[in-house]
Every structure is written in structure tokens, then in C-alpha cells.
Nanobody, 120 residues
Framework: VHVVESGGGFVQAGGTLRLSCRVS????????MGWYRQPPGKERELVGS???????HYADSAKSRFTITRDNDENTISLEISSLNIEDTAQYYC???????????????WGKGTQVTVSS
């Protein structure tokens, strides 16, 4: 199972950025998919997540400027961030929860992350 994020980069404050995450490989079932971020010198934190039926939960700090969408046909999840500010600078990670086979227990798979750097 491979989880790959893309779309990060250098962005000016006030702009909008869209990150994407794709899951590939053999999975029996994919459950929750979510976005996390880790600002410099801080711990990783939840941005938001979506269930297999696309019920979306946002962290309180992400309810106003963050939009998560999921495409079950493509096994992708996206994160759009609007009105970017310097505090959004972070490594953004995608996490996928699911089962690799009908006989296995649940497992979490993480991508390597994509860096978002916001400049003033």
C-alpha cells in the first residue's frame, strides 16, 4: 500500500492551495482518510478526516478555511486551504485507515508528506 501526497510548495499569504493524496496498492477496504499537519517545532495535528461514506470531520482550527473532498472511485482525498497565512506553514500528511485483506486487522498507512511554506 502506498500513500502519496502532492501539491505542496511555496505560496504567498492570502492565496489558495490544493493538496492531493492518492492510495495505491491492494487494499481489501479503505476506511477513514485524513489530513494531518506538523508545523516546524510542533507536534503533528489533525486537520480533518472523512469516512468511507464521506462524512467529514474538521478540527476546530480548520473549520473555516479548509475543505476536504474524497473520491472513492479514484482512492483520493484532497485538501483545499484558502486565505493561507504563515501559521499554515507545515508538512502535510495523509493517513489512510483500512484492511489489506478480509482476514487482517485494521491498519493505518501514512504518506511521507508534502511541505507547504507560506510567505508574507
Amino acid at each position: 500500500v502506498h500513500v502519496v501526497e502532492s501539491g505542496g510548495g511555496f505560496v504567498q499569504a492570502g492565496g489558495t492551495l490544493r493538496l492531493s493524496c492518492r492510495v495505491s496498492g491492494d487494499m481489501f477496504a479503505i476506511g477513514d482518510m485524513g489530513w494531518y499537519r506538523q508545523p516546524p517545532g510542533k507536534e503533528r495535528e489533525l486537520v480533518g478526516s472523512t469516512t468511507a461514506r464521506s462524512y467529514i470531520h474538521y478540527a476546530d482550527s480548520a473549520k473555516s478555511r479548509f475543505t476536504i473532498t474524497r473520491d472513492n472511485d479514484e482512492n483520493t482525498i484532497s485538501l483545499e486551504i484558502s486565505s493561507l497565512n504563515i501559521e499554515d506553514t507545515a508538512q502535510y500528511y495523509c493517513k489512510v485507515s483500512g484492511f489489506v485483506s478480509e482476514f487482517s486487522g485494521p491498519a493505518d498507512f501514512w504518506g511521507k508528506g508534502t511541505q507547504v511554506t507560506v510567505s508574507s
